[in-house]
């Protein structure tokens, strides 16, 4: 399947001026083509986006949209921030490295939404790096609303005298997604200088900022860029009604036009048993991008992406010329807490 190339010079800019925002990030991100990898699997033309290299605490995807979320933060003079995730969370672990960098208290709720795992997998990785930022945490069990949960919390800390600013999961709201618009304008910018076209951006998709913002961003400046988002957690109608709601409200923000529910592309043939729950798609694809390209990928997130990406190519979905944007959305931190498992699996 192929989309028309797309022509990246002479559009629109999206307007982030009026949004509070910290410089938290490397930016921009490079853009670097996988050229094992292509010849590997015999089909598109494969390019990866490294926001594992923002920068923050090991980098990711979150960092561009606390850039947002803290600077809104200030502007209320929070002193500390409050934010949920699952225990491998990177997430949790960004945001705690941006509060440390701006003097804020981090308190955090850790959902054990991974069953069965060794008791290392709570004191290894992620966590290992929460504590070594001094948050504050609480352990949740899977199941709940862990957003209320949390927004309970700082009810709770905000009865006690303190000033706390809740985040929600993955940093995915409206504020959270004008990260992810200004990556869609930082891509634009990349293809314009280089004169690079893509004709599909892939990526995972979990708690559905990333996905909303590139969406909503790429909407206002006029790029009809397909994003295929390949669902962590989600079945796929849950998947897209959250992407679409939350690319709906950035849309608002950014004073864009409203888009159709069908522009919201997701897979969610790679999810396997579960979210941070390894499918042999999964480890197949940090095997393979580690050994051909030198890349990390992490079990939860980006693996499950690039296995989808895969997937995709080798039953035939892209045209051989297509360019094909791969977003790696960071969080390498949590292959310590599933070594065994990977390197199990090598055989």
């Known amino acids: ?62 960092t561009r949209k606390l850039e947002f979320l803290m600077g809104d933060a200030l502007r209320v003079n929070a002193d500390m921030v409050v934010t949920q995730g699952a225990v491998q969370s990177n997430h949790v672990r960004q945001t705690a490295a941006a509060a440390c960098r701006l003097g804020l208290d981090c308190h955090v709720l850790l959902e ?10 709570e004191e290894t990785g992620n966590v290992f790096l929460d504590k070594l930022f001094g948050v504050t945490y609480e352990f949740r069990p899977d199941g709940l609303d862990m957003n209320a949960e949390a927004e309970a919390v700082t009810q709770r800390l905000r009865a006690e005298g303190r000033q706390p ?51 909503a961003g790429f909407h206002v400046l006029g790029y009809d860029l397909p994003v295929m988002g390949v669902s962590v957690r989600q079945p796929h109608d849950r998947q897209v009604a959250a992407v679409y709601a939350t690319t709906e409200k950035t849309l608002k923000k950014l ?18 048993e579960g979210y941070g729950l390894p499918a042999e798609t999964t480890l197949e694809a940090i095997h393979l991008t580690a050994r051909q390209e030198g890349i990390l990928l992490d079990p939860v997130y980006s693996a499950k992406g690039m296995a989808g990406l895969i997937g ?23 292959l310590f807490a599933y070594e065994d498992q990977i390197l199990g699996s090598m055989g």
Request: net charge neutral; with cysteine.
């Open 255 to 272: 004073g864009g036009t409203s888009i159709e529910k069908g522009k919201i592309l997701v897979d969610d043939g790679y999810v396997g």
């Open 312 to 334: 995709l190519i080798r039953k035939g979905f892209f045209s051989s010329d297509d360019n094909v944007l791969f977003l790696h959305t960071g969080g390498s931190t949590s």
């Open 112 to 121: 054990r939404r991974v069953p069965d795992r060794d008791p290392a997998y």
């Open 165 to 215: 600013y809740f985040i929600p999961g993955g940093g995915s709201n409206a504020i959270g997604a004008l990260g992810y618009a200004n990556c869609a304008q930082e891509i634009a910018d990349q293809c314009a200088e280089t004169g690079q076209t893509f004709q599909w951006l892939v990526m995972g998709t979990g708690s559905s900022g990333t996905q909303a913002g590139l969406v």
């Open 1 to 62: 399947m192929s989309v028309a190339t797309i022509n990246f010079k002479t559009k629109p800019r999206i307007d982030l001026e009026p949004f509070p925002r910290i410089s938290l990030c490397h930016q921009p991100t490079p853009i670097e083509e996988m050229p094992r990898l292509t010849a590997h699997l015999n089909g598109p033309k494969l390019f990866i986006k490294r926001d594992d290299c923002t920068g923050l605490a090991t980098g990711g995807n979150k």
